[in-house]
């Protein structure tokens, strides 16, 4: 008799654990993904990954990053090949931006930016949106 009362118990803090750690997460907070959008931007590429993995290593927060190569004229992609094996990134090669933008109907969120670094200059224009980012996702890190 005892013993078949333990069992119960235990099986019910089982199967409530399970439960509890379930709902938990379910309810963490949706993962950090930040999408970089390049074309032809041999020249600057590689220190804009690293930069960008120092910045966040310094943080100590975590941003899934993506990766998105426009068709590039020059060495960017193969750049872009070696950098994601050196930091675990995903890279996806595009024909354009805007038809990749029809085709998975993104949406900017809290938690899920999409920056265009084509063109001259636009990485130091697009910088304080990537600090913002990244200040947002520390933030809501902590409290979590």
């Known amino acids: 008799m005892e013993y078949s009362f333990i069992v119960l118990v235990i099986a019910f803090l089982l199967f409530g654990g399970w439960s509890f ?27 804009i990954i690293r930069m960008f993995f120092r910045y966040l290593f310094r943080q100590g927060v975590f941003v899934r990053l993506i990766l998105l190569v426009e068709s590039s004229e ?7 090949q ?8 995903e890279l996806q090669e595009i024909m354009s931006l805007e038809e990749w933008l029809l085709s998975t109907s993104f949406q900017e969120t809290e938690h899920k930016i999409l920056l265009d670094l084509r063109g001259k200059d636009k990485g130091l224009a697009e ?11 520390k933030l809501l890190q902590k409290r979590g």
């Open 21 to 47: 750690l379930k709902q938990r997460l379910m309810e963490q907070e949706e993962e950090f993904i930040l999408y970089l959008v390049v074309q032809n931007q041999e020249s600057c590429l590689e220190g």
């Open 74 to 80: 020059d060495q960017t992609l193969a750049i872009a």
């Open 82 to 89: 070696r950098l994601a094996g050196e930091y675990f990134f």
């Open 127 to 137: 910088a304080r949106r990537i600090r913002k980012f990244i200040a947002t996702n």
